[in-house]
């Protein structure tokens, strides 16, 4: 219906010139240029419209159009510089300091830098580093003192509710040191004892059952074991 009531406006010849001049141009230079060839006062609007019932849509930008949207590489020169330098300090929501060494964002905290630079590479997962004086701001190698991971729960029960200096604390992490070890050692030696008595006990059962097998009397098995014949019967029971 509209393409009937455009067909009416536009004759023949200027539905063809707008077919063929649409994609290489733009609206205002083919009004321009339409008017210029039949003499006609035609708007943008309305070249628009026409162009839209006989042309359909490109799809794409002229070439006047990519031109203009073309961005000048020379704008960077003058641009805010976001990103910090490798290097650059800021504190973090815990009060740590967190150096930048890489891009984009990478970070790690001033003591395991400080630390790193004079001694091993330290392990992130096991290893905690602990300020000796407390400030957690005061990065000197001196003040650092690398530790397991393992022994903190054991450090913080120690210096609990006590005010710590330099050389309380060192005497403090030692003390959780041998503690943690001892108790793990402690540990390991029970578990071992229990299975050794585990293995002792059934090879007194099996012994029991088989002189039982063999004609031994209950008195005389809970003579020999020293245990009473109701344990017995129970062992044999088994």
Known sequence: MKFDR???????????????????????????????????????????????????????????????????????????????????????????????????????????????????????????????????????IKNLFLMKRKYMGTLNFIKRGKETTPETLKSYISLAILYHETKNKYRSLKKQDISFRISEKKRRNDLIKQLKVSGFSLDDLSKKFKLTKKHISRIIKE
């Open 6 to 140: 455009m067909s009416k406006i536009y004759s023949k010849k200027q539905i063809d010139f707008l077919k063929k001049n649409f994609n290489n141009n733009s609206i205002r230079t083919l009004t321009l240029l339409f008017n210029k060839n039949f003499k006609q006062k035609r708007t943008e609007p309305n070249i628009a419209y026409a162009c839209k019932c006989f042309c359909g849509k490109k799809g794409r930008y002229t070439q006047e159009r990519v031109e203009k949207m073309k961005i000048s590489a020379m704008g960077n020169k003058n641009r805010w510089k976001k990103t910090k330098p490798i290097g650059s300090e800021r504190l973090d929501k815990d009060g740590y300091i967190l150096v930048k060494v890489g891009f984009p964002r990478i970070e790690k905290r001033k003591q395991f830098v400080v630390w790193e630079k004079y001694n091993k590479p330290t392990d992130k997962k096991n290893d905690c580093i602990i300020f000796l004086d407390g400030n957690k701001q005061n990065c000197d």
